[in-house]
T-cell receptor, first 114, second 114 residues
Framework: NAGVTQTPKFRVLKTGQSMTLLCAQD?????MYWYRQDPGMGLRLIHYSVGEGTTAKGEVPDGYNVSRLKKQNFLLGLESAAPSQTSVYFC?????????????FGPGTRLTVT | AQKVTQAQTEISVVEKEDVTLDCVYETRDTTYYLFWYKQPPSGELVFLIR??????QNEISGRYSWNFQKSTSSFNFTITASQVVDSAVYFCALGGGSQGNLIFGKGTKLSVKP
């Protein structure tokens, strides 16, 4: 099993450009999450999904959109990138029926917006 | 509201010293989970431990030990005889609630010098 994978690993965007980050998991997990990590801030939840076709906002959703068309994939979109979105993005998945809240994290995507 | 506080932003020790990383949490849930993750300089998140709210037994794993005290809402992490490879950012996190996501502290950066 590959676990949770993220594409791309690094990206540099110019202000106003758009891009999509792809998260894929092969563990048949129902829940998926996108977090961002900024220096001194820990990880903060952007959006999450509790199942195929459903998404919801987290703590810092502004400027991002997400889609979960397939159970194994969770896409994070930036329509018009801003320097404030320079961050490291982590995707995670979990299997809530276990009731443990354990999350499996991807390796992260480092995004720089100039 | 749920919250995790890691008051120590940075800690620097000399190899072989013992070091304790503090974590204080807030939650109104009666069932919750606490986690510690390690983030080495390479950037990935490494799962260290999960503890549920009903199990206050301390845990030891090699040089690592965890002290969970519900009375003080703390879940502290001790590294005995620290090594240079322990240098990393350590995150404490709280899991609970219907969203299934984790609430992270801001992290403690540990530097172990030879």
């Amino acid at each position: 099993n590959a676990g949770v994978t993220q594409t791309p690993k690094f990206r540099v965007l110019k202000t106003g450009q758009s891009m999509t980050l792809l998260c894929a998991q092969d563990m048949n997990h129902e829940y998926m999450y996108w977090y961002r990590q900024d220096p001194g801030m820990g990880l903060r939840l952007i959006h999450y999904s509790v199942g195929e076709g459903t998404t919801a906002k987290g703590e810092v959703p502004d400027g991002y959109n997400v889609s979960r068309l397939k159970k194994q994939n969770f896409l994070l979109g930036l329509e018009s990138a801003a320097p404030s979105q320079t961050s490291v993005y982590f995707c995670a998945s979990s299997f809530p029926r276990l009731g443990t809240y354990e999350q499996y994290f991807g390796p992260g995507t480092r995004l720089t917006v100039t | 509201a749920q919250k995790v506080t890691q008051a120590q932003t940075e800690i620097s020790v000399v190899e072989k010293e013992d070091v304790t990383l503090d974590c204080v949490y807030e939650t109104r849930d009666t069932t919750y989970y606490l986690f510690w993750y390690k983030q080495p300089p390479s950037g990935e998140l490494v799962f260290l431990i999960r503890r549920n709210s009903f199990d206050e037994q301390n845990e030891i794993s090699g040089r690592y030990s965890w002290n969970f005290q519900k009375s003080t809402s703390s879940f502290n992490f001790t590294i005995t005889a620290s090594q240079v490879v322990d240098s990393a950012v350590y995150f404490c996190a709280l899991g609970g609630g219907s969203q299934g996501n984790l609430i992270f502290g801001k992290g403690t950066k540990l530097s172990v010098k030879p």
